[in-house]
């Protein structure tokens, strides 16, 4: 069994920044590719990046790219979100998720543990 907790979620204004952090509880996690993903009220939940189990290997959505970094400390067992320029959109529940299989995937169906979520909120 794996357990993920997310927290660093919280109200910050258009612009600002903030930091997510996934705290796992398995010891493989250093052999794990790691994701996060949100979902808005009304919304499917959506992809939001990915690292490999190194760390060597990143992907981003779009809608996040050059705003967003998502990093990972094995030594930890944790994996970090950093948020810079945050929008109004970008306001939802953040969640980090464990995947099972190889590669670097965007699909939530690839991904077999999740957290509970951080709430994000980014006013305007």
């Known amino acids: 069994q794996v357990q993920l907790v997310e927290f660093g979620g919280g109200l910050v204004q258009a612009g600002g920044s903030l930091r997510l952090s996934c705290a796992a509880s398995?010891?493989?996690?250093?052999?794990?590719?790691m994701g996060w993903f949100r979902q808005a009220p009304g919304k499917e939940r959506e992809f939001v990046a990915a690292?490999?189990?190194?760390?060597?290997?990143?992907v981003y959505a779009d809608s996040v790219k050059n705003r967003f970094t998502i990093s990972r400390d094995n030594a930890k067992n944790t994996v970090y979100l950093q948020m810079n320029s945050l929008r109004p959109d970008d306001t939802a529940l953040y969640y980090c998720?464990?995947?099972?299989?190889?590669?670097?995937?965007?699909?939530?169906?690839?991904?077999?543990?999740w957290g509970q979520g951080t709430q994000v909120t980014v006013s305007s």
């Open positions: 998720a464990k995947s099972g299989f190889p590669g670097l995937q965007i699909s939530t169906k690839y991904y077999d543990y």
């Open positions: 398995t010891r493989t996690f250093s052999g794990n590719n």
């Open positions: 690292i490999n189990w190194s760390g060597g290997s990143t």
